[in-house]
């Protein structure tokens, strides 16, 4: 599975690519119609969030101007405190999960760990299941009285620091990072299998042991990869609402995310403030981007790493290997397998109290039997396919117009597709809604959509980027070469080798859009119910059963989506050029 | 021991009396035609008033180190890079130049690349068929065609195997296949080698050479590597910093540079300044007193040329190779006193160099098996025949490569390593 990397775009050595001959005119067009494209799907709705927060009205924002929300946001010492516990959540988040996914991968890469594949898969299953719905299952666990782990403690009469509750800061932060660890092993992974095998083996000719030489010479040559993974968990897990507003409920944090939810969803709903609190956490956001940027400078004397892998000897672990294996199992437990027990279980009884459970299918039939969510499923199943199509589509387009025709202000343009990265969700969606209240798209899937295809733009265009930067400019330049026009290199040389990188896109914005929550929130009405909206109101209502069988569905969904995706597609290994 | 190089000559003669004809011709039979050519790359100019033409089954290479233009201008001639002036015609035909500009595929060419570039996802049949069926040619036909050309170049048993499983001689030539199925005018030939081991360089220098000769194809081959464009080409144009140095056929090149750097990049040279004391009709006298006192050349005059006037400063070169080591004649005309500085067995011969007054010279010295090999430190007499000197007069712009060449004492060989 290709995923996104914060690394700026990596400067190729000294031959400046030249510039791209042939008609002038339609290289024009298909500049200036993503530029188009890009300004009204991302830049105009970023740009609706501070007019927002500063207009009462923000389709007649000079009339309406006024400075309340401002200073209701930035001038409240409370919003201050939200913020900077916000920030130490979120970071908090980042380090552990890019701590653990970078364990894991490290493990996985290089000691001869056994069921390398399986635990490989196990790592980045929590990937599937949607951070709410993982929350809710975290919940069936571990609620302080009525948690399944507590009511077992409480019958065998385990010592009480086996008794959990979820619904604490520190729990909150676990289970988000739990969530991002796939994340973290996946930057880590790809960045440890491009490193020379030499410079390790040097390490210990030289006299290090396997713990030194991690410490020495792996880590520092892996730690760009950390830091954009901390960089993108942190910016994301500020942007997450759904997790904290369920298992946060019952405490006094609330972060700045859910405080811009309850902005909107209290009564009289003030847009405005929530846009203002929006332009905290879009400011956040690029200070972060800036904090990575600086640290790559710093960084990249390090990235010594070369295209070069070959069979490298794996460190033996002995008699360690017992003790591993049964983390990887432990982790197992808590990410995949104990949440989906809980759900099922949970959807498949109507009581989770140890001593009166029965099983019945009768809240999943009930659930079945409620219209909203043949709506819901309607709708999901239409978003979803059609974000992922637009996005990858556009995404493509994107790329290919900044890989590979070189133009000033490329960059820029590629800076813009990306910037949605720095805008959370809920955010993102004060602009859009801002932006299209009133017009006809309002309330409709298709304003979902366009929200939706800009938060995925980033992920799209970076996975099909680098598809593109894979693939050497002279296959292209061949087949011109061999009379072939623009056109039909496209469709015979260029789409074939890009399928990898474009199933992999694909399938990765199905799944975000399945389980979106953070953006649909401001944006659903009743006639656009999703699925994922669905769960949420259903756990709000203190209805979890009809909740967990929704959450269940959705996880299905995403299995045929990527069944489906695979079966059409088939996307094969990456062709590797000899 | 000096070389014989009386065959050589005789060569040197027939090749001049083909190198001689006119380069102006602008009849259809020229392969490539190009007149002032000017790219850039932003405000860089990386070829600068270039002049080329290619003859039909000729095989032209251009020589020069990396960022020499030689690239740029094979680019230029492809159409993947735009010039900012002057005019290429293919075959006669006007391609870029006075408003027009053809794209690539509208170009008459192919292009082999450094990479290969190799289809991943095509069959070795299918990349080769790729450019015939662009050209609408009719299946049946384009079928044979394309089973004729991986015969030809040995792969007609892979046909329907997928590039990626070939070996890397294998993937140059289904690249090689793909560039001559189409029957251009003109194939392009950027690095192609040098990507391979050393002795399936040899051997697949030879396989193009007689693919080209048996196709009648005319190239124009791209290289950094001397050796590889002495071995295949009909000419050489030897490129260093977007200007031609010189073009010629390769023996042209090696014995007779017209300047230093073309004296240094291809082969090794041994490069000498001095003054002409006497002219007469068929030689002339330099004496060179940086190579010890009294120190004097003489130099014989090739056929037709002009010989310079006396009082006049000129370079003379000669190769490690050219230089025969005698212990019993004593210096004097031709003949120089030298001390040997390193001496290293090759097999067939020692790589030495001496010093020698304020040089330091490369000899190659042939020895046999029942001479004591002489040691480090010990003298002895260099001689170098008149008539295999070779000279020319330093331009202003030499003069920089030529006291660089001075002050190391060292004969620059730039390019030897591949």
Not at chain 1, 489 to 495: A, D, F, G, R, S
Not at chain 2, 182 to 201: G, K
Not at chain 2, 346 to 359: D, I, M, P, Q, T
């Amino acid at each position: 599975m290709a995923i996104m990397t914060l690394e700026p775009e990596e400067t190729l050595p000294a031959e400046p690519r030249p510039p791209r001959g042939g008609p002038a005119l339609g290289r024009r067009i298909m500049i200036g119609g993503l530029i188009a494209l890009l300004t009204v799907l991302v830049f105009l709705p970023t740009a609706y969030v501070f007019i927002g927060a500063l207009s009462e009205n923000a389709r007649d924002p000079i009339a309406t101007f006024s400075l309340d929300a401002i200073k209701d946001s930035y001038g409240n010492w409370e919003i201050w405190k939200v913020l900077g516990e916000t920030m130490a959540m979120s970071v908090l988040c980042g380090v552990v999960a890019t701590a653990i996914g970078g364990v894991l991968a490290w493990v996985i890469a290089r000691t001869d760990v056994p069921f390398k594949r399986l635990f490989e898969v196990v790592v980045i299953a929590p990937l599937f299941l949607s951070p709410f719905i993982g929350a809710l299952a975290f919940l069936e666990l571990g609620a302080p009285r009525t948690g399944l782990i507590n009511q077992i403690a409480r019958e065998l009469n385990l010592p009480s620091f086996i008794s959990i509750d979820v619904m604490t800061f520190q729990w909150l932060v676990i289970i988000l990072a739990l969530h991002y660890v796939p994340y973290g092993y996946l930057l880590v992974s790809g960045s440890l299998q491009n490193m020379d095998a030499s410079l390790e083996e040097a390490s210990q000719i030289n006299g290090r042991g396997t713990v030194q030489t991690a410490l020495r010479v792996t880590l520092p040559a892996v730690k760009h990869a950390m830091l954009s993974s901390i960089i993108f968990v942190t910016i994301s897990a500020t942007g997450m609402f759904s997790v904290p507003a369920l298992l946060g409920a019952k405490m006094d944090f609330h972060p700045l995310a859910v405080t811009v939810y309850r902005a909107t969803s209290g009564y009289p709903a003030n847009y405005a403030l929530a846009a203002a609190l929006g332009t905290m956490l879009v400011l956040l956001s690029i200070v972060g981007l800036w904090l990575y940027q600086r640290g790559m400078r710093q960084a990249s004397k390090f990235v010594t790493v070369t295209g070069k892998s070959r069979n490298r000897k794996k460190i033996e672990l002995g008699s360690m290997k017992y003790v591993i294996v049964g983390l990887l199992v432990l982790y197992a437990l808590v990410t995949t397998i104990l949440p989906y027990a809980a759900l099922c279980l949970r959807a498949l009884s109507t009581s989770t109290n140890l001593g009166d459970i029965h099983l019945t299918t009768d809240v999943i039939s009930d659930v079945f039997a409620k219209p909203e969510l043949k709506t819901a499923l309607k709708n999901t199943i239409i978003v979803s396919a059609a974000t992922a199509i637009l996005t990858v589509v556009i995404g493509t387009f994107t790329s290919y117009v900044t890989e590979r025709m070189r133009f000033r202000g490329s960059g820029l343009v590629n800076s813009i597709a990306m910037a949605p990265l720095a805008v959370p969700g809920i955010v993102f969606a004060t602009g859009v809604f801002a932006m299209y209240l009133g017009s006809p798209l309002y309330g409709t899937l298709t304003i979902m959509v366009i929200a939706y295809i800009a938060s995925y733009l980033p992920h799209a265009t970076r996975v099909t980027g680098n598809g593109f930067a894979q693939i050497d400019v002279s296959l292209e330049e061949a087949s011109r070469m061999c009379g072939a026009t623009r056109t039909r290199t496209m469709n015979k040389v260029l789409l074939p080798l890009m399928k990898p990188s474009v199933s992999a896109a694909l399938i990765m914005v199905f799944l975000f859009t399945v389980r979106e929550i953070n953006t649909a929130i401001l944006l659903y009405t009743p006639d656009t119910m999703l699925l994922s909206i669905l769960s949420f109101n259903y756990a709000s209502q203190a209805s979890l059963p009809a909740a967990a069988v929704v959450g269940l569905i959705e996880t299905a969904l995403m299995i045929a989506w990527i069944a489906i995706a695979m079966a059409i597609l088939r996307p094969g290994n990456l062709y590797k050029r000899g | 021991m000096l070389i014989a190089h009386d065959n050589e000559v005789n060569v040197m003669k027939k090749v001049n009396e083909t190198v001689n004809e006119p380069d102006t011709a602008e009849s259809a039979d020229n392969a490539l035609q190009v007149k002032g050519l000017v790219a850039s790359y932003g405000s860089s100019i990386a070829v600068d008033n270039l002049d080329l033409h290619i003859g039909s089954s000729e095989f032209v290479t251009l020589l020069g180190p990396s960022g020499c233009g030689k690239t740029t201008t094979l680019r230029c001639v492809a159409g993947l890079h735009t010039p900012s002036g002057g005019e290429i015609r293919l075959a006669g035909k006007r391609v870029y130049g006075s408003g027009t500009n053809v794209p690539p595929n509208k170009r008459d060419i192919n292009m082999v690349f450094q990479s290969y570039a190799v289809w991943p996802h095509m069959t070795t049949y299918e990349n080769v068929v790729y450019g015939l069926k662009a050209q609408k040619m009719d299946s049946s036909t384009a079928r044979a065609k394309a089973r004729t050309m991986l015969d030809l170049v040995g792969l007609g048993d892979f046909a329907d195997r997928y590039a990626t499983d070939l070996s890397g001689g294998q993937q140059q030539r289904v690249a090689l296949a793909r560039a001559l199925a189409t029957e251009p005018s003109l194939v392009l030939m950027d690095e192609p080698l040098s990507n391979l081991d050393a002795q399936l360089r040899a051997r697949m220098r030879d396989e193009i050479r007689q693919l080209q000769r048996s196709t009648e194809t005319s190239v124009l081959y791209v290289t950094h590597d001397q050796s590889e464009a002495l071995a295949m080409s009909d000419r050489v144009v030897v490129m260093n910093q977007g200007v031609i140095q010189q073009i010629g056929d390769p023996w042209t090149l090696y014995n007779r540079p017209v300047n230093a750097f073309v004296a240094t990049f291809v082969g090794d040279a041994n490069l000498v300044t001095g003054t002409v004391t006497d002219v007469s009709p068929h030689a002339f006298t330099v004496s060179v007193p940086t190579l010890g006192e009294g120190a004097v050349l003489d130099v014989v005059l090739d056929v037709n040329t002009t010989p310079p006037a006396r009082g006049r400063q000129v370079t003379v070169v000669f190769r490690p190779e050219w230089v025969s080591v005698d212990e019993k004649v004593e210096p004097g005309r031709n003949a120089i006193a030298a001390t040997i500085l390193s001496s290293e067995f090759l097999g067939s011969h020692f790589e030495r160099s001496y010093r020698a007054g304020e040089h330091t010279l490369r000899v190659q010295a042939v020895t046999s098996p029942s001479i004591t090999p002489a040691q480090v430190g010990e003298q002895q007499t260099l001689r170098i025949a008149p008539e295999n000197l070779t000279w020319f007069e330093p331009a202003s712009g030499d003069d920089d490569a030529e006291h660089a060449a001075a002050d190391e004492q060292v004969p620059v060989s730039v390019g030897r390593h591949a």
